[in-house]
């Protein structure tokens, strides 16, 4: 099954199953530092019809972020920000004081959704609690995780079913499927959100890939995103450069075949090139 988009350049969106409607596009703000780089990244995203940025606490740049949310002109309520608790912040208590401090750096109310950045911090089920009662506090609009696997999301299912993850932000790409998590995923109605789509630049000379895009008119980057798009995922590149967070963002006016797609589908390498905690186990 693949997620129904309503497709537009600035207000693509995806419906999350708490109800809450989700950009398809974002942009991640992994290395971007706090100080003013954080910030110029967000405002030139904004300007450019993002609506969706995505930090978190060991980022470093909340504050950045926030302020360039608050200084872009843009009604709060058209701005989806994600952040994400730090593993040595889980456990009930410390959740809730977490999420109260990223707010803080925020300098916001709420943040739209907020996820456990990965499962290796251990106490997931009492994590996951306190996830549900910041969620009905309203400091979360909606909550998730990040770097699950099947492992990970049977067990939290079977504690809470009412309050199953809106998202699982996971490493996807073309050379890294994760089939049996996005078929999980899929089947439960968890969004999957895409980090790393670009492979942190190490398939962007890949000549198949050069040579597809070339004919699409289009960069290789371009048709990376492009494809978790098409593949149903939510896509977050990141980037610091103005010119490539406008290249990032030119993804909406064309389409890759079902010919092509099914080519990509087909290069997956187990290329992890990120935080490799997705295999890890089941830390209850």
Known sequence: MT???????STATVALNDGNRMPVLGLGVYLA????????????ALQQGYRLIDTAKIYENEEDIGKAVRESGIPREQIFVTTKLATFDHGKEKTIQA??????????????????HSPSGGKILETWGAMIELKKRGL??????????VQHLKPLKEAYPDYIPAV?????????????????CQKEQIVLEAYSPLTKGRKVRDPLLVSMATKYKKTAGQLLIRWSIQRGFVCIPKSVKEERIIENANIFDFEISAEDMKIMNGLNENLITGWAVINGPWLP
């Not at 699982?168 to 999980?184: C, G, H, K, M, R």
Request: glycine residues 6%; negative net charge.
């Open 140 to 149: 979360a609009k909606s909550i998730g995780v990040s770097n699950f696997n």
């Open 33 to 44: 530092q706090n100080g003013g780089e954080a910030e110029q990244a967000v405002l030139w």
């Open 3 to 9: 997620m129904a988009f309503t497709l537009t350049p």
């Open 168 to 184: 699982n932000q996971i490493e996807l790409s073309p050379y890294l499927t994760f089939d049996e998590v996005v078929a999980y």
């Open 99 to 116: 999420c109260h401090e990223s707010l803080r750096k925020l300098g916001l109310d709420y943040v739209d959704l907020y996820l456990i």
